[in-house]
């Protein structure tokens, strides 16, 4: 799929529905670019809130598997270090890897959410004004119910961590 074309006005309207003044801005900072860095800082601070909202499950999917891939990941470097202490150069490499992987979807949000909605978009030529809509309000737009999922998730995750570390 071409992801290199303009996006009219109404059209990231018409996608967006919350905020799109903010995504017209920032879109046509990078006319004709596929995937683009900016910065988003909804997407960095509130990372898989914003991803739930916005609908973007896909990039969810794989933000959740990179963290839990790089969490195996230090949790048997901390495993195999036990005994004989860890060195501060492997902490550092560890904390930069966190810091990397916690900034990327605050670089690449407006980019992905970009081509999703080309992608969407592109779905929805030959349908009728009222397919569109339905369309384009199914897979676009915003999920309210998809953001009060993902708060209760994580504060079912903090309720058991507490519970569990009141026994340690």
Do not use: C
């Amino acid at each position: 799929m071409d992801y290199n074309f303009e996006l009219t006005t109404q059209e990231i309207e018409d996608f967006t529905v919350v905020n799109p003044e903010y995504y017209i801005r920032k879109w046509q900072k990078h006319p004709g670019q596929g995937l683009f860095a900016g910065w988003n800082w909804a997407a960095f601070f509130l990372t898989w809130y914003w991803m739930a909202y916005r609908k973007m499950w896909g990039m969810l999917g794989i933000y959740i598997l990179i963290l839990f891939l790089v969490f195996i990941f230090e949790l048997l470097i901390l495993w195999s270090t036990w005994e004989s202490g860890i060195s501060f150069g492997l902490i550092i490499v560890m904390l930069m890897l966190t810091i990397f992987i916690m900034l990327l979807p605050g670089l690449l949000a407006n980019g992905f959410y970009r081509r999703k909605t080309i992608k969407v978009l592109s779905k929805t030529m030959g349908m009728t004004e009222n397919e569109r809509k339905e369309y384009l309000h199914k897979h676009g737009n915003v999920s309210g119910k998809a953001l009060s999922v993902a708060i209760l998730i994580s504060a079912g995750l903090y309720a058991f961590n507490l519970f569990n570390a009141s026994y340690i």
